[in-house]
């Protein structure tokens, strides 16, 4: 083997080995790239056929339903415009009930339904299995604790049974009536007065809010706070209990695990529900503590007898035999001011906001209170002028237009359940064990197929038959629940609604505000978002002899 031969072998094996060597590198580059090529077309792929097949799903569903995250992407975008719209126009999509898949491992699954046999099931013929349920109760306990509106069972049977007593009675009626009249002629009025004589503008949700508030102290606890009076004082139990209402709705709609958190590191809107919490609760004990003392006097002097909601539950014992817990007489407070102050104040807002809209319906109220005014021949109809129970209660058009604002926008928009054994709902809905039902009370008032072509519009006469007004069932009509929960305080509401309305309207025009904002707000109450800002005009001579004249 000479030196050339020994050269060129050596170069032949460098040649092969470099060729071998880029050719392996080549392969190893190249396959290492058509595989990365492939991963990520199979990715796109996935990802297309996720996105298709998750989008396909809001024809069957209602709403498309994404791996992990379930609706919850869509509910998001809901929240950002008009929450009760959004469910509104999904239930109409979906004829009336759909199911809503929450993320993953968390409690957002459920049931929402507008379906007036839906709710006639669970609110009347099957009311044992459809109790608030554990989930919704831990979820509104820190407010409400075991308070009328969230227990179920025998600690809401005992209080439903004592206050019902209480709501029938005689005596309760001509207290709720005197505290009424009191409150609007001395208070509600001259702030109204005050307004038209300053030229000033008023937000009367804000207005409405106190004198419930300081109605609900009056009849619930034999307290008044005094909120609605000229100077307005701000009012820092009000402010808190509204955040605390709102706050309490967004653990509704954000995944428990999320809000435990929230809440454990006081973040957010756990945190603002704590601090006003805390505010309820040193109102709460404040009243208990002062009714304490009260009644401590009283047993001296036996003349001074108190009549209140709290007094009678604080005369009453628990089935061990003992005096309620101030934990829980602070329970019965909260929930009778969540019944009593904003239920009516949230009503009336969207009802003068509706007259506003709606100058006819508001010409043939002012038409049908003047026609009272009128049977009253002998007595002089100046300002001072104050209707008695049985006037309000011939005030039929009144009353439907109430109703018809309530059936547009209940106080309570949305409310829930959860089944406790295997069921079906009349429209085939199979529901297992443990599914929380939401039932869409707003929605309901916006149905084609409850309410007709023109549901969307205020219509006071769709309740009057032959001028007489004529209720619909509760469970087309939900505004006050039905079934063995229906509100206690139904037939008080109307007259408080009819007669703070009434005495309004046969002194003033309400007007709202051009460019107000009128948005309802997200919370256990249907608050308007920016309050209801209005200018009061007195009504001329004119105005009224018009509504004397006229036949209506
Ligand atoms: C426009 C006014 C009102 C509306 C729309 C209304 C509506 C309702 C609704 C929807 C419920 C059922 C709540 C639930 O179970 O989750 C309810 C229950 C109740 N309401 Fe009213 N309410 C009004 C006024 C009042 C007033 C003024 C009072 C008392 C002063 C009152 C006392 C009650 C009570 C005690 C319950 C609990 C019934 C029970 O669970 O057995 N409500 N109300």
Redesign the pocket.
Known sequence: MNHYTTLSTFNATAITITMNTSLSFFSVTSWKRLLDFQILELIIALLVFVVIHSLRQRKTKGLPVWPFVGMLPSLVLGLRVDIYEWVTQILRRQNGTFIFKGPWFTNLNCIVTSDPRNLEHLLKTRFQVYPKGLYFRYAMQDLLGNG??NADDDI?RNQ?KT?SIEFHSSKFRNMTTESLLELVHRRLLPVCEESVHQSTKIDLQDILLRLTFDN?CM?AFGVDPGCLNPALPKIPFAKAFESATEATMLRFVTPTLVWKIMRHYNLGFEHKLKRSIKEVDNFADEVIRTRKKELLLQSNDDNKQMYDLLTIFMGHKDEQGQAFSDKFLRDICVN?IL??RD??SV?LSWFFWLLDQNPMAEAKILCEICGIVNEREDECKNESFVFKPEEVKKMEYLHAALSES?RLY???PV?HKEVVEDDVFPDGTILKKGTKVVYAIYSMGRMEAIWGKDCRDFQPERWLRDKRFTSESAYKF????GGP?L????D??YY??KFVAASILYRYKVMVVEDHLVAPKLALTMYMKHGLKVKLCRRSEYDLKMCHNIKC
């Open positions: 009328i509106f809401w439903r206050a609900v009849i009778f019944a009593g239920t009516s009503a309530l209940p106080s309570v409310d939900p505004a006050f629940n929960r509100c206690l305080g139904k008080f509401a408080q609604m």
